[in-house]
């Protein structure tokens, strides 16, 4: 009962990227494809969980669904006439990417069922992991760490340097 | 029922990155692009994820993907930037009609 939840949860929450994946790869509204970017994040935020890792599904919650979406979204607002309907996400050689794309997932698929993959046998029960890696964190990953913050605030730095409006 | 294995993730996450590279391949405006780049970093994501999940070292992964979505942010808010830098110059994002250098 349990494992057919578990695979049903699974396809529900695979459905929910790959649909949100295509119709933002596929649309011809740039404002769709932004939203059904939502669709996207949320549902691998749902593998996230399945695949034990609740920390990280909350960052993906908080960081993607909740930050970037919306800093999308700025974008198409600021970016076009709000008014203005027709904004499009024109495509440029359409059956060049399609062949490219679809060489490649074929390509993947296979070897992806090739390869024999060295899986534990009983895989670890799930458990808490944000305890775990706070104290990875402030441990052995302190240097990755501190070296991220130094990132965040040269990028806030590079962010309101390049956006300012030029004042002579 | 078979249970979900690493095939599973791995199928999932290829297909995810496809979607992303034909969104990278055919868009023109520059937020289309900007799409399909989060596309990818998220199958690439979910690629670490679930390895780290079924080959060994759970918390690993996971701290080396917490990085990525770090850089992610940082990365749209910068493309985002420029994309409002370059809109006050050029007046389009059309990533075919921002060639001055071209010109």
């Not at chain 1, 970037?68 to 600021?78: A, D, K, R, S, T």
């Not at chain 2, 993907?65 to 059309?94: G, K, P, R």
Request: hydrophobic share 60%; glycine share 6%.
């Amino acid at each position: 009962m349990e494992a057919l939840f578990h695979v049903a949860t699974f396809y529900v929450f695979a459905a929910f990227a790959l649909a949100g994946a295509a119709i933002s790869a596929f649309s011809r509204r740039l404002v769709y494809c932004v939203f059904a970017l939502l669709l996207t994040f949320l549902g691998v935020a749902g593998l996230y969980v399945l695949l034990s890792a609740d920390f990280l599904a909350a960052v993906q919650v908080l960081l993607y669904a909740g930050g970037i979406l919306v800093l999308l979204i700025f974008g198409v607002m600021l970016t076009h006439e709000i008014a203005d309907v027709s904004t499009e996400a024109n495509f440029t050689d359409i059956k060049f990417g399609a062949v490219i794309s679809g060489i490649l997932w074929l390509l993947l698929v296979v070897y992806i069922c090739k390869v024999p993959w060295a899986v534990l046998d009983p895989l670890p029960p799930y458990a808490p992991t944000t305890r775990a890696i706070g104290l990875q964190f402030l441990g052995d990953y302190l240097v990755p760490f501190e070296y991220s913050s130094f990132v965040l605030l040269l990028v806030v730095l590079g962010a309101a340097t390049l956006a300012r409006k030029e004042v002579d | 029922m078979i249970p979900i294995g690493l095939h599973a993730y791995l199928v999932v996450a290829a297909s995810l990155f496809c979607f992303g590279l034909f969104c990278v391949l055919t868009r023109r405006n520059s937020i289309g692009l900007l799409i399909g780049i989060e596309l990818m970093l998220n199958a690439g994501n979910l690629n670490v994820v679930a390895f780290s999940r079924f080959i060994g070292s759970p918390i690993e992964g996971q701290i080396w993907a917490i990085m990525v979505i770090i850089l992610a942010a940082s990365e749209a808010v910068i493309f985002l930037a420029l994309l409002i830098a370059i809109y006050q110059n050029f007046n389009t994002i059309d990533v075919d009609e921002i060639a001055m250098l071209k010109e």
